[in-house]
Each structure stands twice: as C-alpha cells, then as structure tokens.
C-alpha cells in the first residue's frame, strides 16, 4: 500500500521538488493518516495533490473499524493532510446510492 504510493509519487514532479522530497511528503501523509484511522488493516488509494494554494493532500481509505464478528465496521474514510502544518484531518464518508 505504501509502495504503491511511494511508486505514484514518481509520477507527480514539480520544478523546485526532488522525487525523494516527494516520496518522503506521500510517505508521512500516509502514516499520519492510516494513524488516524483506527482500521485494522486499512488500504490507502494514491496520494491527490491539490495546486499550492489549497496545501492539502487526500487520501481515500477503505478497511474495517472494531474487533470481533458483531463489532466489525467496514468503512470509507477521507484523509485531508495539510503540507504546511503536517496535520490531517479524517472523516467517514458514503458513496452516493449506497
């Protein structure tokens, strides 16, 4: 799942950032916001970058909250990481129609 993200962040350059500088950005971003998350084994999609004047990244993640076969929630999550403050912000969210 990191890999994964690590390998897509190659794809994304910027002038003044060196592909290690960004590996290193999607890296955090993904640990500070599987962190958050609370699931047991969650699944993290690629890394969106919005432009400089937004600073923030999303991740969509999906897994399971909760222990044991009655407890166990399977959910969706969006993880808004901020590149300034290192901070993220998590809510659960729901696919229209379902």
Request: aromatic residues 8%; proline residues 2%.
């Amino acid at each position: 799942m990191i890999a994964t993200t690590l390998m897509l962040a190659t794809a994304y350059s910027a002038s003044a950032s060196s592909d290690d500088a960004w590996k290193a950005l999607f890296a955090k971003a993904n640990g500070t916001c599987i962190g958050q998350s609370r699931m047991n084994t969650p699944e993290a999609s690629a890394p969106v970058v919005f432009d400089d004047s937004v600073g923030k990244i999303a991740i969509l993640l999906k897994g399971s909250i909760g222990k044991g076969k009655s407890k166990v929630q399977n959910v969706n999550m969006i993880c808004l990481y901020d590149k300034k403050t290192g901070k993220a912000s998590i809510e659960e969210f729901h696919w229209l129609g379902k």
